[in-house]
């Protein structure tokens, strides 16, 4: 079983940055492809990012466009989103992720590819 912690969130101004972290459990960390998605208040659960298990393909939600960097660290079972350039419309509480399915591109940002899911972070953009 892989559980995962994110922490990170919080409070933050619009313009501002936020860098959450998730930690996996799973000691073959590097196996795993990790994931993040988002619920917005009222929203429907939105990917955002995801990270093969070397680091070596990313993969971004449209609405990110360059504001956001997904990236990990093996050796301390660790994945970063690092969101700049924050808006309020990216107020929601964000999940992480994980499955060891074979990566496909393209199903990334399907949540169904993803058995293990964190308790999730708030966070909130205020203007």
């Known amino acids: 079983q892989v559980q995962l912690v994110e922490s990170g969130g919080g409070s933050a101004q619009a313009g501002a940055s936020l860098r959450l972290s998730c930690v996996a459990s799973?000691?073959?960390?590097?196996?795993?492809?990790m994931g993040w998605f988002r619920q917005g208040p009222g929203k429907e659960r939105e990917f955002v990012a995801a990270?093969?298990?070397?680091?070596?393909?990313?993969d971004y939600g449209d609405f990110v466009k360059g504001r956001f960097t997904l990236s990990r660290d093996n050796a301390k079972s660790t994945v970063y989103l690092q969101m700049n350039s924050l808006k309020p419309e990216d107020t929601a509480v964000y999940y992480c992720?994980?499955?060891?399915?074979?990566?496909?591109?393209?199903?990334?940002?399907?949540?169904?590819?993803?058995?293990?899911w964190g308790q999730g972070t708030r966070v909130t953009v205020s203007s």
């Open positions: 992720a994980a499955h060891r399915q074979v990566w496909v591109t393209g199903r990334s940002g399907d949540p169904s590819m993803y058995p293990y």
């Open positions: 799973q000691p073959t960390f590097s196996v795993l492809h």
């Open positions: 990270i093969n298990w070397n680091g070596g393909v990313t």
